[in-house]
């Protein structure tokens, strides 16, 4: 298999931590100084925060460009986890805690099982709160992370790391080609600076740092907005949404609570408190309850017709209706 590495100085190591020092990183857009903040340490802070807004605004734009890319990957992986596949962000740093957020935040907003979006941060959950950037450079951990997930050709490995050239990404993608599963690469350099032999390639171009080579700033907030676009709009996909509502919103505190009960308000005829029966009449599911009371099919015909469209309300409610 041909390397998913590339850099002008030759192919970098298979391993260990002078991977940055013997490729060198200087050429690459996140690593180039910002004529725009050359005298960030003399600005008020007002000034600061204006540069910061200015700059931030590169971000938007930069998802403009990278639309298609984005559409692919959406589609892509709506199409495998339907087929019962599963989602695996892997990253490093910045990168990394981005993954796993995304990937904690999908059971609460769309009731996904924990393991149908996984998150894999080099250095595993310590590296959540406590830096460990050395163990970015270890290829053969992330071909381990893979590994050990039993990746297959149902899955899809989303690769993140804003410079592009994370070993720990890389042996990830690397190994997840090799056992037939969808690569997606998400950087913030132009191909030309660092390739990746990927089915998808995003690049997410918001130019050099504020604060040089810090790319926890817009590099990070870019990174935030793609996996913002690729978790929602896959769970759109799956039928996790009617109009714009999550309707498989998981209710487990107050705020959710209540939450659903104002989008059986908003999509039906009730008032909160026959809302609120409703609700707990289907076991609290919001979508199960919707169907309920668009069909008058009990809580257990709701949920058959449901399981024969694989969840998709909108077609569970045509299908009765016909």
């Not at 929602?232 to 939450?259: E, F, P, S």
Request: proline share 4%.
């Amino acid at each position: 298999m041909t390397s998913i590495y590339s850099n002008p100085l030759g192919q970098p190591p298979s391993n260990g931590p002078n991977f940055a020092q013997s490729s060198g990183r200087g050429h690459l857009l996140t690593e180039q100084v910002n004529p725009r903040s050359q005298n960030l340490d003399q600005m008020t802070a007002l000034e600061l925060v204006d540069l910061f807004n200015q700059e931030d605004a590169l971000a938007i734009a930069a998802i403009a460009t990278a639309r298609t890319e984005l559409a692919q990957a959406i589609e892509r992986t709506a199409e495998t986890l339907y087929q019962g596949g599963r989602l695996f962000y892997v990253g490093a740093g910045t990168s990394g805690r981005l993954g796993v957020l995304d990937a904690a935040e999908c059971p609460p907003t769309f009731c996904t099982p924990p393991e149908m979006v996984q998150g894999i941060i080099a250095g595993g959950t310590g590296a959540l709160v406590r830096s460990s950037e050395d163990l970015e450079d270890r290829v053969d951990d992330g071909k381990t992370a893979i590994v050990q997930r039993q990746v297959t050709t149902l899955d899809v490995v989303v690769g993140i790391t804003a410079g592009g050239t994370t070993p720990f990404v890389h042996g990830a993608l690397q190994a997840a080609r090799e056992r037939g599963a969808t690569t997606v690469f998400i950087a913030c350099v132009p191909a030309a600076q660092v390739s990746a032999a990927v089915d998808i390639d995003i690049r997410l171009l918001v130019g050099p740092e504020v604060l040089a080579g810090s790319t926890r700033l817009k590099a990070g907030t870019v990174t935030k907005l793609a996996l913002n676009i690729l978790s929602t709009g896959v769970m759109v996909k799956l039928g996790k949404v009617y109009g714009n509502r999550m309707i498989d919103v998981a209710v487990t505190n107050q705020k959710l609570h209540d939450r659903a009960l104002r989008i059986l308000e908003d999509l039906t005829d009730l008032d909160r408190s026959r809302a609120a029966e409703l609700l707990e009449n289907s076991d609290r599911q919001v979508k199960l309850a919707l169907l309920m009371h668009w069909t008058g099919l009990s809580r257990d015909q709701g949920e058959q017709l449901l399981k024969q469209h694989q969840g998709n309300l909108r077609q569970a409610v045509l299908q009765r209706n016909c």
